[in-house]
């Protein structure tokens, strides 16, 4: 599955695509929200590993705004819960991702991004 | 006791494109179970399984960090990737499948960010053409052809591995007799200063089979 938590690590590795290739650019995306256990030391662990500006704005193109524009330096109980959803719930399962950089196409089908690349592209 | 995933909506067609979990696959398990406190203690907040087939590992390591833990996978061949999405649901453990070669769209965001990473990789010596043909074909025969000593897909993860690994990240590998643990934990120590430890082996037909822990 694509949730946006893993949109967040997904990166354009095509041959010499090594600057402005990420975040990846969803397009005609369809989304499913699922219910996920809210863990709270793992949201609030896993906040450091995160890209704050491209989460926001993927979160932005599938519609969900309840993330403010900068990281809290206070981090209560109600924005873990939003950020938990953002990262966890939302499912991506169809659409594209494409690289703001080189425009490459990565597909996602049955909730499966295909990340591979033809051999041409490979660096 | 963490319980064997449930696989039984892997049906016979599936696994003639699917890596069927076999003697190789197990022993990954007990090794990760052997360790399922220590990987807990550890809290680790990211996991990765390379080549993850059935799904079969993944999913049991999801069992044991239920929802501390991020567990992403990723297959080169796209019935895997999706045997292991399915493996997931069916065993309520949440999977982040991916199709991938190796790590290559993971690289640059979790570079040293990996916790935990796990590969049962195409262990098998063959001839380099067959890699290339089965690497390229993304087919089930990327299962188990592995080139020179088995080696050949092992060693270009072994070389990712600085990068990849967190401070405090493990990495467990299973490899067999032909590929030369002794050398391979030798070439990790002197290249990259990663201590390891044959943590499992034995003996499974024609197969001696190793679980290797790295860690830093
Ligand atoms: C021995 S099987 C292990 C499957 C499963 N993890 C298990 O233990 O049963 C090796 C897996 O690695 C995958 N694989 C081979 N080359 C790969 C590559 N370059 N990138 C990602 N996966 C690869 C194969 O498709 C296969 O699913
Ligand atoms: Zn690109």
């Known amino acids: 599955m694509v949730r946006l938590i893993t949109h967040n690590l997904l990166a354009c590795h095509a041959k010499g695509c090594t600057s402005n290739n990420f975040p990846l650019k969803l397009q005609d995306v369809a989304i499913e929200v699922r219910e996920a256990e809210f863990n709270p030391d793992f949201v609030r662990g896993f906040l450091p590993r995160l890209e704050w500006k491209a989460l926001v704005q993927a979160a932005r193109e599938l519609g969900d705004t309840s993330l403010p524009e900068e990281?809290?330096?206070m981090v209560d109980d109600g924005f873990l819960k939003n950020l938990h959803h953002v990262l966890l719930e939302i499912h991506i399962d169809e659409g594209a991702m494409i690289c703001p950089n080189c425009g490459h196409t990565y597909p996602i089908s049955n909730g499966i991004p295909n990340m591979l690349l033809a051999e041409h592209e490979i660096g | 006791m963490i319980p064997t995933p449930d696989l039984s909506h892997l049906k016979r067609a599936d696994y003639e494109h699917v890596y069927e979990p076999a003697e190789d696959t197990f022993i990954l398990l007990d090794a990760l179970e052997e360790d399922a406190s220590a990987l807990l203690e550890a809290k680790p907040l990211v996991c990765l399984e390379i080549g993850s087939g059935s799904g079969c590992v993944s999913s049991f390591v999801g069992s044991i960090l239920g929802s501390s833990c991020l567990c992403i996978s990723t297959d080169i061949n796209h019935h895997a990737a999706l045997a292991t999405l399915r493996t997931g649901s069916?065993?309520?453990?949440?999977?982040?499948?991916?199709?991938?070669?190796?790590?290559?769209?993971?690289?640059?965001?979790?570079?040293?960010?990996?916790?935990l990473l796990v590969f049962n990789p195409p262990y098998v010596p063959t001839v380099?053409?067959?890699?290339?043909?089965?690497?390229?074909?993304?087919?089930?025969?990327?299962?188990?052809?592995?080139g020179k000593d088995g080696m050949q897909v092992t060693d270009m993860v072994l070389d990712q591995l600085d990068d990849l690994l967190s401070p405090q990240g493990r990495f467990y590998l299973v490899a067999v007799k032909e590929n030369d643990v002794p050398g391979i934990q030798g070439r990790m120590l002197n290249r990259y200063g990663f201590q390891s430890e044959v943590v499992l082996q034995r003996r499974a037909g024609r197969e001696h089979l190793y679980v290797v822990r790295f860690v830093r």
């Open chain 1, 71 to 73: 990281m809290p330096e």
């Open chain 2, 128 to 146: 380099d053409e067959e890699v290339c043909d089965a690497q390229g074909g993304r087919n089930i025969e990327g299962s188990w052809a592995g």
């Open chain 2, 90 to 115: 069916q065993n309520k453990t949440a999977i982040d499948s991916v199709i991938a070669n190796l790590t290559s769209p993971l690289r640059t965001r979790l570079r040293h960010n990996i916790d």
